[in-house]
């Protein structure tokens, strides 16, 4: 690391992954309002930083929903209570409150600072609370997450329409890592689906591990190790690389804990990063690269065929995201 590691230490993920009952894989340690984006003091609070905060903490209020919705799914379709017959409405009211987010409505009111918007991520929370595991189409919970979608269309933008295509034309020239790291092609393509022949020697890969240490240029260093910290063009992959390795690290299970708040208060920190970079430097590609941030959805507890959708991030990660070819690189 460039700086003391805190937020991605090895301790810190292990509180952030173990929160002292390994049959508890609901309740994470890290706080849900933690996942809330706050401007950092050095941030200045501009119509920018006005409209980040506004689109992030809305769709935060959505992923806390979420989160607990996928729980309440998976334990409800174990099977075990079903074989047996003693599945009951009871049993399903009774998960449907475990899995309750922990945020109270002031807290909303004052992370939202428009009040539709406040209301309809207020209104998604209360529908939740009465959920009572029925979510087909016109019941009040289904009536709430649609309005929730609805509003979400309606909020301020930070980039055009017009800055997204550009963006998307000339992301390739912009982004090419062979730039800052000629070679780093034929590494990317050792890992990639139809490439399974020659890999690197166990010599070579320590020569490559010493690089990664002893690099101080940002955008080499990110490349090269996906690592946090000061600002890169690199930082959004660097973070969804992060947050789906160290879910794999742990457990790439539907059973397994997983601290998506934990995961949000890093996505915050990225989002000071380049907002801190936006503000000494007008950048309309990373603004665009923050709305891929902020859009960028919550671990799902059943993503894959495998179990959560780290598993498929890891793999995509491998063969086409973020990787020039024929196929799509993730973005918007």
């Not at 959505?62 to 379709?77: A, C, D, K, P, T």
Request: glycine share 4%; hydrophobic share 35%; charged share 25%.
């Amino acid at each position: 690391m460039l700086s003391t590691q805190k937020l991605t230490s090895w301790d810190t993920m292990m509180k952030a992954f173990y929160n002292g009952t390994e049959a508890d894989y609901l309740h994470e340690s890290t706080s849900a309002e933690k996942a809330f984006f706050q401007p950092e003091t050095d941030i200045k609070y501009t119509e920018l930083t006005k409209v980040v905060m506004l689109r992030h903490n809305y769709c935060a209020v959505m992923n806390r929903v979420l989160h607990g919705y996928e729980w309440f799914q998976r334990i409800s379709s174990d099977g075990s209570a079903e074989d047996d017959g003693t599945l009951s409405k009871k049993d399903t009211l009774r998960w449907i409150l475990l899995s309750q987010p922990i945020l109270t409505e002031a807290f909303i009111t004052n992370s939202i600072e428009s009040r539709k918007s406040a209301e309809a991520a207020i209104g998604l929370v209360r529908a939740y609370r009465r959920f009572d595991g029925n979510d087909d189409e016109g019941t009040p919970f289904y009536k709430a997450f649609l309005h929730f979608k609805e509003v979400f269309m309606d909020l301020p933008t930070f980039v055009t329409g017009e800055e997204l295509d550009s963006f998307e034309k000339e992301f390739w020239g912009w982004y090419n890592k062979e730039q800052f790291v000629p070679g780093i092609s034929a590494l990317i393509k050792m890992n990639m689906k139809g490439n399974e022949g020659e890999k690197l020697t166990e010599d070579q890969l320590k020569k490559l591990v010493l690089r990664v240490k002893s690099e101080k240029d940002i955008d080499k260093r990110t490349i090269l190790a996906l690592e946090l910290g000061l600002y890169s063009r690199y930082l959004l992959e660097a973070w969804i690389s992060w947050r789906a390795n160290a879910q794999m690290e742990h457990s790439p299970s539907s059973f397994s804990l997983i601290p998506n708040n934990y995961y949000d208060l890093i996505r915050v920190k990225c989002l000071n990063t380049m907002l801190r970079h936006c503000q000494e430097e007008d950048d309309y590609r990373t603004r665009c690269l923050m709305e891929n941030l902020i859009l960028c959805e919550l671990v799902h507890r059943m993503g894959s065929l495998a179990g959560n959708s780290s598993f498929l991030t890891c793999m995509h990660l491998s063969y086409n995201e973020f990787i020039h070819s024929i196929q799509t690189c993730g973005l918007l």
